[in-house]
Protein backbone atom coordinates (compact mmCIF):
# COMPACT_ATOMS: atom_id res chain seq x y z
CA UNK A 1 0.00 0.00 0.00
CA UNK A 2 1.23 3.02 -0.60
CA UNK A 3 0.70 6.25 1.32
CA UNK A 4 0.55 9.74 -0.56
CA UNK A 5 1.62 13.22 0.95
CA UNK A 6 0.86 16.84 -0.46
CA UNK A 7 3.85 18.51 1.31
CA UNK A 8 4.67 21.73 -0.92
CA UNK A 9 7.33 22.78 1.45
CA UNK A 10 9.70 20.40 0.24
CA UNK A 11 11.82 22.68 -1.90
CA UNK A 12 12.15 25.37 0.82
CA UNK A 13 12.99 22.42 3.49
CA UNK A 14 15.55 21.14 0.64
CA UNK A 15 16.99 24.84 0.85
CA UNK A 16 16.88 24.89 4.76
CA UNK A 17 18.87 21.37 5.30
CA UNK A 18 17.82 20.82 8.72
CA UNK A 19 15.12 18.05 10.68
CA UNK A 20 14.01 20.54 12.69
CA UNK A 21 12.54 22.84 9.93
CA UNK A 22 9.39 24.01 10.11
CA UNK A 23 7.72 25.96 7.35
CA UNK A 24 5.93 29.45 6.81
CA UNK A 25 2.31 29.92 8.68
CA UNK A 26 1.28 30.57 4.29
CA UNK A 27 2.95 27.54 3.28
CA UNK A 28 1.74 25.49 5.82
CA UNK A 29 -1.90 26.88 5.55
CA UNK A 30 -1.47 25.89 1.31
CA UNK A 31 -0.47 22.15 2.66
CA UNK A 32 -3.91 22.29 4.98
CA UNK A 33 -5.73 23.53 2.43
CA UNK A 34 -4.93 21.28 -1.13
CA UNK A 35 -4.35 18.09 1.40
CA UNK A 36 -6.36 16.30 -0.89
CA UNK A 37 -5.05 16.63 -3.94
CA UNK A 38 -3.03 13.54 -4.31
CA UNK A 39 -6.27 11.97 -4.39
CA UNK A 40 -5.92 12.70 -8.63
CA UNK A 41 -2.58 11.09 -8.76
CA UNK A 42 -2.26 8.26 -6.09
CA UNK A 43 -2.48 4.55 -7.80
CA UNK A 44 -5.66 2.58 -7.00
CA UNK A 45 -5.07 0.87 -3.58
CA UNK A 46 -3.53 3.71 -2.07
CA UNK A 47 -4.30 6.52 0.77
CA UNK A 48 -3.82 9.59 1.25
CA UNK A 49 -2.48 11.63 4.34
CA UNK A 50 -5.08 14.41 5.70
CA UNK A 51 -7.03 15.35 8.68
CA UNK A 52 -10.22 13.57 8.40
CA UNK A 53 -12.58 16.71 9.00
CA UNK A 54 -14.27 17.55 6.07
CA UNK A 55 -11.88 15.49 3.78
CA UNK A 56 -13.76 12.80 4.07
CA UNK A 57 -16.71 13.75 3.01
CA UNK A 58 -15.32 15.16 0.37
CA UNK A 59 -14.05 11.97 -1.00
CA UNK A 60 -17.21 9.96 -0.80
CA UNK A 61 -18.65 12.36 -3.13
CA UNK A 62 -15.68 12.55 -5.12
CA UNK A 63 -15.94 8.82 -5.42
CA UNK A 64 -19.77 8.94 -6.21
CA UNK A 65 -18.44 11.01 -9.51
CA UNK A 66 -15.58 9.20 -10.21
CA UNK A 67 -13.65 6.02 -10.62
CA UNK A 68 -11.55 6.86 -7.16
CA UNK A 69 -9.93 3.65 -4.75
CA UNK A 70 -8.34 5.82 -2.60
CA UNK A 71 -8.49 5.67 0.84
CA UNK A 72 -8.16 8.65 3.86
CA UNK A 73 -5.48 8.13 5.98
CA UNK A 74 -4.99 10.48 9.38
CA UNK A 75 -1.49 10.94 11.44
CA UNK A 76 -3.13 8.83 14.36
CA UNK A 77 -3.40 5.58 12.02
CA UNK A 78 0.27 5.47 10.98
CA UNK A 79 1.76 3.11 14.11
CA UNK A 80 -1.13 0.85 12.54
CA UNK A 81 0.53 0.77 8.84
CA UNK A 82 3.86 0.21 8.94
CA UNK A 83 4.51 -1.70 6.00
CA UNK A 84 3.19 1.85 3.29
CA UNK A 85 5.12 2.91 1.00
CA UNK A 86 6.02 6.59 1.71
CA UNK A 87 4.87 8.56 -1.33
CA UNK A 88 5.15 12.82 -0.51
CA UNK A 89 5.15 15.68 -3.00
CA UNK A 90 9.41 16.16 -2.15
CA UNK A 91 11.61 14.40 0.40
CA UNK A 92 13.35 16.30 2.96
CA UNK A 93 14.68 15.83 6.35
CA UNK A 94 12.06 17.50 7.64
CA UNK A 95 9.40 15.26 6.71
CA UNK A 96 11.58 11.97 7.27
CA UNK A 97 11.76 13.14 11.12
CA UNK A 98 7.98 14.37 11.53
CA UNK A 99 6.98 10.84 9.81
CA UNK A 100 9.12 8.76 12.21
CA UNK A 101 7.83 10.59 15.27
CA UNK A 102 4.21 9.90 13.81
CA UNK A 103 4.49 6.53 13.68
CA UNK A 104 6.46 5.71 16.48
CA UNK A 105 9.65 5.25 13.85
CA UNK A 106 7.42 2.33 12.49
CA UNK A 107 7.10 3.25 8.94
CA UNK A 108 10.39 2.07 6.36
CA UNK A 109 11.69 5.71 4.97
CA UNK A 110 14.54 6.94 2.94
CA UNK A 111 17.79 7.07 4.93
CA UNK A 112 19.28 10.80 5.55
CA UNK A 113 22.28 9.32 2.93
CA UNK A 114 19.83 8.98 0.20
CA UNK A 115 17.64 12.39 1.26
CA UNK A 116 21.04 14.26 1.14
CA UNK A 117 22.15 12.99 -2.55
CA UNK A 118 18.71 14.20 -3.64
CA UNK A 119 19.28 17.29 -2.44
CA UNK A 120 22.16 17.55 -4.34
CA UNK A 121 20.76 16.56 -7.85
CA UNK A 122 17.70 18.85 -6.58
CA UNK A 123 19.49 22.11 -6.77
CA UNK A 124 20.11 24.70 -9.69
CA UNK A 125 24.24 23.51 -9.82
CA UNK A 126 22.61 20.17 -11.37
CA UNK A 127 20.35 21.80 -13.44
CA UNK A 128 23.06 23.49 -14.85
CA UNK A 129 25.11 20.82 -14.98
CA UNK A 130 22.39 18.99 -17.13
CA UNK A 131 21.98 22.45 -19.22
CA UNK A 132 25.78 22.29 -20.16
CA UNK A 133 25.81 18.43 -20.85
CA UNK A 134 22.91 19.23 -23.23
CA UNK A 135 24.82 22.22 -24.98
CA UNK A 136 27.89 20.06 -25.85
CA UNK A 137 25.20 17.10 -27.44
CA UNK A 138 24.95 18.23 -31.36
CA UNK A 139 20.99 19.25 -30.56
CA UNK A 140 19.46 22.34 -33.16
CA UNK A 141 17.19 24.79 -31.84
CA UNK A 142 18.27 24.86 -28.34
CA UNK A 143 19.43 27.73 -26.53
CA UNK A 144 20.58 28.26 -22.59
CA UNK A 145 23.43 29.52 -20.44
CA UNK A 146 24.03 30.66 -16.79
CA UNK A 147 26.40 31.30 -14.45
CA UNK A 148 27.68 29.62 -11.22
CA UNK A 149 28.28 32.53 -8.64
CA UNK A 150 30.52 31.56 -5.78
CA UNK A 151 32.37 33.11 -2.85
CA UNK A 152 35.17 33.38 -5.22
CA UNK A 153 33.33 34.91 -8.39
CA UNK A 154 31.21 37.36 -6.92
CA UNK A 155 32.94 40.14 -8.30
CA UNK A 156 31.92 39.36 -11.90
CA UNK A 157 28.69 40.41 -10.10
CA UNK A 158 29.73 43.63 -8.12
CA UNK A 159 31.83 44.46 -11.52
CA UNK A 160 28.30 44.79 -13.10
CA UNK A 161 26.72 46.50 -10.55
CA UNK A 162 30.20 48.99 -10.35
CA UNK A 163 29.23 49.49 -14.06
CA UNK A 164 25.85 50.51 -13.33
CA UNK A 165 25.55 48.44 -17.09
CA UNK A 166 21.79 48.48 -17.95
CA UNK A 167 21.13 44.84 -18.96
CA UNK A 168 18.93 42.43 -17.70
CA UNK A 169 19.65 39.21 -15.58
CA UNK A 170 18.14 36.99 -13.12
CA UNK A 171 19.34 35.81 -10.04
CA UNK A 172 18.36 32.76 -8.69
CA UNK A 173 18.45 30.43 -5.55
CA UNK A 174 20.20 27.08 -5.59
CA UNK A 175 16.95 25.41 -4.08
CA UNK A 176 13.39 27.19 -4.59
CA UNK A 177 10.17 26.78 -6.79
CA UNK A 178 7.55 28.36 -7.89
CA UNK A 179 9.17 31.76 -8.31
CA UNK A 180 10.69 31.83 -4.98
CA UNK A 181 14.30 32.69 -4.41
CA UNK A 182 14.74 34.64 -7.71
CA UNK A 183 15.52 37.91 -8.11
CA UNK A 184 14.87 39.78 -11.35
CA UNK A 185 17.08 42.70 -12.78
CA UNK A 186 15.46 44.38 -15.60
CA UNK A 187 18.00 47.53 -15.66
CA UNK A 188 20.96 46.45 -14.22
CA UNK A 189 21.86 45.22 -10.88
CA UNK A 190 20.98 47.17 -8.15
CA UNK A 191 22.42 47.34 -4.77
CA UNK A 192 19.80 45.35 -3.43
CA UNK A 193 20.61 42.63 -5.75
CA UNK A 194 24.36 42.63 -4.69
CA UNK A 195 23.03 42.51 -1.00
CA UNK A 196 20.58 39.60 -1.42
CA UNK A 197 22.98 37.35 -3.62
CA UNK A 198 25.72 37.86 -0.76
CA UNK A 199 22.94 36.41 1.56
CA UNK A 200 22.16 33.55 -0.40
CA UNK A 201 26.14 33.08 -0.81
CA UNK A 202 26.43 32.75 2.69
CA UNK A 203 23.60 30.44 3.71
CA UNK A 204 23.88 28.21 0.55
CA UNK A 205 27.11 28.22 -0.75
CA UNK A 206 25.94 30.11 -4.37
CA UNK A 207 23.44 30.92 -7.29
CA UNK A 208 23.25 30.97 -10.42
CA UNK A 209 23.05 34.34 -13.11
CA UNK A 210 20.86 33.80 -16.25
CA UNK A 211 19.70 36.26 -19.26
CA UNK A 212 16.34 36.63 -18.92
CA UNK A 213 14.73 35.03 -21.99
CA UNK A 214 12.67 36.82 -24.73
CA UNK A 215 9.78 34.04 -23.50
CA UNK A 216 7.03 32.47 -25.73
CA UNK A 217 5.59 29.78 -23.13
CA UNK A 218 6.85 27.48 -20.78
CA UNK A 219 6.45 23.03 -20.75
CA UNK A 220 8.21 20.96 -19.40
CA UNK A 221 9.11 17.31 -20.14
CA UNK A 222 7.65 14.66 -17.21
CA UNK A 223 9.58 11.57 -16.38
CA UNK A 224 10.15 8.59 -14.05
CA UNK A 225 13.20 7.59 -12.97
CA UNK A 226 13.01 3.61 -11.65
CA UNK A 227 16.35 3.91 -9.67
CA UNK A 228 17.41 0.89 -11.60
CA UNK A 229 19.06 2.48 -14.74
CA UNK A 230 16.12 3.37 -16.49
CA UNK A 231 14.22 7.27 -17.30
CA UNK A 232 11.01 6.88 -18.79
CA UNK A 233 9.02 9.68 -20.56
CA UNK A 234 5.45 10.16 -19.01
CA UNK A 235 4.54 13.23 -21.36
CA UNK A 236 4.43 17.08 -21.60
CA UNK A 237 2.65 19.41 -19.53
CA UNK A 238 2.33 23.51 -20.65
CA UNK A 239 1.84 25.40 -17.98
CA UNK A 240 1.96 29.11 -17.23
CA UNK A 241 3.50 31.53 -14.69
CA UNK A 242 3.05 35.50 -13.46
CA UNK A 243 5.93 37.71 -14.03
CA UNK A 244 8.22 36.51 -10.86
CA UNK A 245 8.01 33.05 -12.28
CA UNK A 246 4.99 32.01 -9.82
CA UNK A 247 2.61 28.72 -11.20
CA UNK A 248 -0.86 29.82 -11.69
CA UNK A 249 -2.10 26.99 -14.39
CA UNK A 250 -1.39 24.01 -16.67
CA UNK A 251 -3.10 23.88 -19.92
CA UNK A 252 -5.85 20.73 -19.59
CA UNK A 253 -4.89 18.68 -23.44
CA UNK A 254 -3.99 15.48 -24.90
CA UNK A 255 0.04 15.23 -25.85
CA UNK A 256 -0.20 15.29 -28.94
CA UNK A 257 -1.50 18.73 -29.34
CA UNK A 258 1.07 20.07 -26.86
CA UNK A 259 3.49 18.61 -29.06
CA UNK A 260 1.42 20.04 -31.92
CA UNK A 261 1.88 23.48 -30.11
CA UNK A 262 5.69 23.02 -29.52
CA UNK A 263 5.96 22.58 -33.27
CA UNK A 264 4.39 25.66 -34.33
CA UNK A 265 8.03 26.78 -33.20
CA UNK A 266 10.57 24.59 -33.72
CA UNK A 267 10.18 21.03 -35.95
CA UNK A 268 9.26 17.84 -34.69
CA UNK A 269 12.58 15.93 -35.44
CA UNK A 270 14.34 18.26 -32.96
CA UNK A 271 11.82 18.04 -30.33
CA UNK A 272 12.01 14.24 -30.74
CA UNK A 273 15.90 14.48 -30.48
CA UNK A 274 16.14 16.79 -27.88
CA UNK A 275 13.56 14.79 -25.90
CA UNK A 276 15.58 11.65 -25.90
CA UNK A 277 18.98 13.59 -25.56
CA UNK A 278 17.28 14.56 -22.04
CA UNK A 279 16.20 11.02 -21.19
CA UNK A 280 19.61 9.84 -22.15
CA UNK A 281 21.22 12.49 -19.89
CA UNK A 282 19.27 11.76 -17.16
CA UNK A 283 19.18 8.02 -16.88
CA UNK A 284 23.37 8.51 -17.17
CA UNK A 285 22.87 11.42 -14.14
CA UNK A 286 20.60 9.98 -11.57
CA UNK A 287 18.83 6.64 -13.42
CA UNK A 288 20.33 4.32 -10.87
CA UNK A 289 19.87 6.44 -8.00
CA UNK A 290 17.06 7.97 -7.24
CA UNK A 291 13.53 6.71 -8.00
CA UNK A 292 10.52 8.70 -8.73
CA UNK A 293 9.04 11.57 -10.91
CA UNK A 294 11.60 13.59 -12.58
CA UNK A 295 9.97 17.43 -14.00
CA UNK A 296 12.27 18.91 -16.63
CA UNK A 297 11.02 22.41 -17.00
CA UNK A 298 11.89 23.89 -20.47
CA UNK A 299 10.95 27.21 -22.55
CA UNK A 300 10.24 28.07 -26.48
CA UNK A 301 11.84 31.67 -26.40
CA UNK A 302 12.34 33.95 -29.29
CA UNK A 303 16.52 33.55 -30.63
CA UNK A 304 18.91 35.88 -31.76
CA UNK A 305 20.95 32.91 -33.52
CA UNK A 306 20.36 30.83 -36.37
CA UNK A 307 16.60 29.56 -35.77
CA UNK A 308 13.77 32.21 -34.90
CA UNK A 309 12.59 30.36 -32.27
CA UNK A 310 14.59 28.03 -29.69
CA UNK A 311 14.07 25.55 -26.49
CA UNK A 312 16.08 26.15 -23.39
CA UNK A 313 15.99 22.34 -23.11
CA UNK A 314 16.60 22.49 -19.27
CA UNK A 315 15.49 25.67 -17.14
CA UNK A 316 14.95 23.88 -14.07
CA UNK A 317 14.98 20.02 -12.77
CA UNK A 318 12.33 18.94 -9.84
CA UNK A 319 12.86 15.74 -8.34
CA UNK A 320 9.40 15.53 -7.39
CA UNK A 321 5.86 15.75 -8.14
CA UNK A 322 4.69 18.78 -10.18
CA UNK A 323 1.68 20.82 -10.93
CA UNK A 324 2.52 20.03 -14.29
CA UNK A 325 2.20 16.07 -13.70
CA UNK A 326 -0.85 16.27 -11.51
CA UNK A 327 -2.51 18.13 -14.47
CA UNK A 328 -1.36 15.27 -17.22
CA UNK A 329 -2.45 12.43 -14.99
CA UNK A 330 -6.19 14.29 -14.16
CA UNK A 331 -6.36 15.11 -17.93
CA UNK A 332 -5.51 11.52 -19.07
CA UNK A 333 -8.07 9.49 -16.69
CA UNK A 334 -10.60 12.01 -15.70
CA UNK A 335 -11.58 13.89 -18.69
CA UNK A 336 -13.28 12.99 -21.65
CA UNK A 337 -11.66 12.28 -24.75
CA UNK A 338 -11.48 15.71 -27.13
CA UNK A 339 -12.17 18.03 -24.51
CA UNK A 340 -9.84 20.75 -22.85
CA UNK A 341 -9.79 22.83 -20.31
CA UNK A 342 -7.14 24.09 -17.69
CA UNK A 343 -5.86 23.17 -14.43
CA UNK A 344 -5.53 26.47 -11.41
CA UNK A 345 -3.90 26.61 -8.31
CA UNK A 346 -4.92 29.66 -6.70
CA UNK A 347 -4.40 31.71 -3.61
CA UNK A 348 -7.15 34.28 -2.31
CA UNK A 349 -6.08 37.73 0.17
CA UNK A 350 -9.21 36.06 2.20
CA UNK A 351 -11.32 32.78 2.31
CA UNK A 352 -14.24 35.40 1.47
CA UNK A 353 -12.58 36.69 -1.58
CA UNK A 354 -12.12 32.77 -2.91
CA UNK A 355 -15.55 32.15 -2.04
CA UNK A 356 -16.83 34.84 -4.47
CA UNK A 357 -14.34 33.65 -6.79
CA UNK A 358 -15.20 30.48 -6.23
CA UNK A 359 -19.17 31.03 -6.98
CA UNK A 360 -18.59 32.74 -9.72
CA UNK A 361 -16.56 29.72 -11.39
CA UNK A 362 -19.77 27.45 -10.49
CA UNK A 363 -22.44 29.40 -11.97
CA UNK A 364 -20.12 30.17 -15.11
CA UNK A 365 -19.22 26.59 -15.88
CA UNK A 366 -21.73 24.04 -14.21
CA UNK A 367 -20.32 20.59 -13.90
CA UNK A 368 -21.05 17.32 -15.85
CA UNK A 369 -19.51 14.62 -15.78
CA UNK A 370 -20.21 11.06 -17.45
CA UNK A 371 -18.88 7.87 -16.85
CA UNK A 372 -16.81 9.00 -14.77
CA UNK A 373 -15.11 11.77 -16.42
CA UNK A 374 -15.98 15.66 -16.83
CA UNK A 375 -17.51 16.59 -20.18
CA UNK A 376 -17.53 20.62 -18.86
CA UNK A 377 -17.67 22.78 -16.10
CA UNK A 378 -15.56 23.56 -12.91
CA UNK A 379 -14.74 20.99 -10.08
CA UNK A 380 -13.05 21.80 -7.28
CA UNK A 381 -9.99 19.42 -6.65
CA UNK A 382 -10.32 19.82 -2.96
CA UNK A 383 -12.50 20.69 -0.44
CA UNK A 384 -12.87 24.06 0.09
CA UNK A 385 -13.54 25.12 3.41
CA UNK A 386 -15.07 28.55 5.40
CA UNK A 387 -11.29 28.72 6.04
CA UNK A 388 -9.70 28.12 2.71
CA UNK A 389 -7.08 30.77 1.42
CA UNK A 390 -6.25 28.62 -1.78
CA UNK A 391 -7.75 26.28 -4.08
CA UNK A 392 -6.94 23.54 -6.82
CA UNK A 393 -9.39 23.34 -9.46
CA UNK A 394 -10.20 22.50 -13.70
CA UNK A 395 -12.44 24.08 -16.01
CA UNK A 396 -12.97 21.88 -18.99
CA UNK A 397 -14.90 23.65 -22.03
Given at each position: MKLYIFNPDS??????HRDTYIPPLRVRRFAQDLAMLPVWYAQPGSAVLAASAYNADYLQLMKQLFPLQVDLMTQAELP?????QVMPWGWSLSLRKNLLKWSDGKLRLPSIDQINSDRIRSSRTFSRYMAIRLSMSPLDYTTGESLLVERHNMSKVEELYA??????????????????????????????ALNWCWREIEQHGGITMEPIYDK?????????????????????SSFH???????????????????????????????????????????????????GPVGVD????????????????????????????????????????????????????????????????????PLTVERGKIKSGCLELVPVTPHSYSRAYVIIT
Open positions: DLALADDNPNMSKTLGSCVFKSLWSSSGRGLYWCRNGVTKAVEDFAMEFYSNGKGRVFFTGYTNEKGAYQSSVLSPDACIEDWICCYVPLHALVLIREQVQRELEMSLGSYYMMMVCKSQGEYPYAIHPCVEINLRMTMGMVARHFYDHYVQPGKEGRFYIQTYPSPAALEETRTKNIRKH
